[in-house]
């Protein structure tokens, strides 16, 4: 495994509008399998030795920030001497005592690019990974940075081919039905997240409230030939709507595909 920790930009202060109503909670902090779907993202990097973690907030910001201030005496057992509360002692070994996360407020309305260019001031290599709080894959992370440091272009995005969210008919020349598909994988290529960007994709992004990652600065770095793709065929899914997160926490709870960690 890659031991070189690179930051990772995770991209969560959207308002989530597909989820609302669905859920009181916060998109990114929706559980699968009893943890929030930013923690089991944060668990594939960290899989790889990527630990250094800087959250782009906006929207909800507060309920991120608690979850983490919270997160050691919500998920272990502990003793604490009353009035003593720097004295807590925990009971369990926590995997996650190396992470460094950085909760960055990027503002409420700021698009996608805007919040990278803002958190570029907690970045301190040339190189280090983008992606979205609401995407789980088993992801190799170190082909993937392997790929992306051989071709030596500023940006690389994983692409997966999605799964159409309809069963398909499938008629024969006469219209007569022969077949179904059941929500097939379709041809085209989509962007997964598990992005890798050089420090020069700051040029690209600038000190604006509304620079667009995906309408924006990607095809200008694809039109200047600086844009590849890492093409991902295993496992990806990722949770736009409460259906979606239903789904997660099944395909969790039945197989965990995504789950590379021990």
């Given at each position: 495994?890659n031991?070189?920790?690179l ?13 609302a109503?669905?859920?009181?909670s916060?998109?990114e ?6 943890q ?7 668990k594939?990097?960290?899989?790889y ?6 959250l ?14 919270e ?13 003593q ?8 070994s ?13 503002g ?9 260019y803002?958190?570029?001031?907690y970045?301190?290599t ?8 609401d ?6 992370l ?5 790929f ?18 309809y ?5 024969d020349a006469d ?7 059941e929500k ?5 290529w ?27 600065t ?10 590849m ?5 295993g496992?990806?899914?990722?949770m ?23």
């Amino acid at each position: 495994m890659n031991t070189d920790s690179l930051p990772v930009v995770i991209l969560c202060g959207g308002q989530g509008t597909r989820m609302a109503g669905a859920t009181t909670s916060k998109k990114e902090l929706v559980e699968i399998g009893e943890q929030p779907i930013l923690w089991h993202v944060m668990k594939i990097y960290a899989k790889y030795g990527h630990t250094r973690f800087i959250l782009t907030l906006g929207h909800e910001a507060a309920a991120i920030k608690r979850y983490f201030l919270e997160y050691e005496p919500m998920n272990y057992d502990f003793t604490i001497p009353l009035g003593q509360a720097d004295a807590i002692a925990y009971h369990q070994s926590n995997s996650e005592q190396n992470w460094r996360v950085t909760l960055a407020d990027t503002g409420l309305d700021t698009d996608k690019g805007s919040r990278i260019y803002r958190a570029g001031k907690y970045i301190d290599t040339d190189t280090f990974f983008v992606t979205y709080g609401d995407g789980v894959g088993d992801i190799d992370l170190e082909a993937l940075l392997a790929f992306h440091r051989q071709h030596g272009r500023l940006a690389t995005v994983t692409g997966v081919h999605p799964r159409s969210q309809y069963g398909i008919l499938k008629p024969d020349a006469d219209d007569q039905v022969v077949g179904f598909g059941e929500k097939p994988e379709l041809d085209h290529w989509i962007n997964a997240g598990f992005m890798v960007f050089e420090r020069e994709v700051f040029d690209y992004l600038g000190p604006g409230d509304h620079v667009n990652l995906e309408r924006e600065t990607l095809p200008c770095l694809a039109a200047d030939e600086e844009l590849m793709m890492y093409r991902h065929t295993g496992f990806w899914r990722s949770m736009d709507t409460f259906k979606d997160a239903l789904a997660l926490d099944q395909i969790w709870r039945e197989s965990a595909p995504w789950k590379i960690w021990d």
